[in-house]
């Protein structure tokens, strides 16, 4: 089994700051004030001190191929980086469960001819999603050792019905 390097792992954890970034591209600039994309990695290697770690390489150099331009300014760059680890820290939301609909035509058209889907919010979800809605969720499941008692008639229906013998109502 291969060991991490120490300094490695500490440098894949600890992420420099856009200051840091800021610096290393103010340091590596042409006489333009703009950053050939070719010397993005240099800038890199000045932020991380060294070799830049290999997973940083790889999202960083494929971002600013798909960016499609020769040269960056000092915001450009800064944004790109920002948004490189924007997209590592997102994380994908899990609609295998939830997602009734796979686009919006058909949830349209199902909408347009009031059907309902297959499943209900109880085959969805494992617990209500509102306090609100705790009162009936699974109605069906009765606690173990629960005992109904259902009154045979409130006061007020007795009552009612006495007014509706007595011709009031």
Known sequence: MKKLNPLLKLTTLLKPSLIEFARAFDETIG????LPVARVMDVLKRVY???????EKKKVSAYFEALGVDKLSRNTFLHAIESIRSTEEATPMDTSVSAHYSSFQE?????LKAVRPEVGPEGIYTKSLTAFNEIGWRGYEQPVGYVRMPKKACEETKFLGELAKAGLI
Request: net charge neutral; charged share 40%.
């Open 49 to 55: 001190r060294g070799d830049v770690p290999a997973p």
């Open 31 to 34: 006489r333009d004030g703009q």
């Open 107 to 111: 949830l349209h058209e199902h909408r």
